[in-house]
């Protein structure tokens, strides 16, 4: 997943508060983290570098990232300054999403995903 900023440097350190690492490959314009159980990308790139025609308002699709703890995840979210989307929702079977705007104008959801968690469990046996 990638993510634009205007404010490059603000955005690379505010995703590094968030999930407490640096990023594990600098470029001019472009850090990217590793992130998760499998070590999913996340990169987070200078608007200037967006493709012509790339909305600068929040919109589009939604990735959600499975969290083990979907309220904490929200609350630490809030607390550092991304704005609320859409409240925690439960969609049934166990899935619950919610979504905030980061700072810098960007969508992300987070869930409790239970196909994820088998998914993991099969991984790891």
Do not use: C, K
């Amino acid at each position: 997943m990638n993510v634009y900023a205007a404010d490059h440097a603000a955005a690379s350190r505010w995703y590094a508060e968030l999930l407490g690492i640096e990023p594990y490959f600098e470029r001019p314009g472009y850090h990217e983290f590793r992130i998760g159980d499998h070590g999913q990308e996340l990169g987070i790139i200078d608007r200037r570098y967006a493709p012509e025609g790339e909305p600068d308002a929040p919109g589009g699709a939604v990735v959600h990232w499975h969290v083990d703890d979907l309220t904490g995840a929200v609350d630490r979210l809030l607390a550092l300054g991304a704005t609320l989307r859409q409240p925690i929702t439960e969609r049934g079977a166990g899935f619950v999403t919610a979504s905030v705007v980061d700072p810098f104008g960007n969508v992300l959801g987070v869930m409790t995903n239970p196909h994820y968690l088998e998914m993991l469990a099969r991984d790891r046996a």
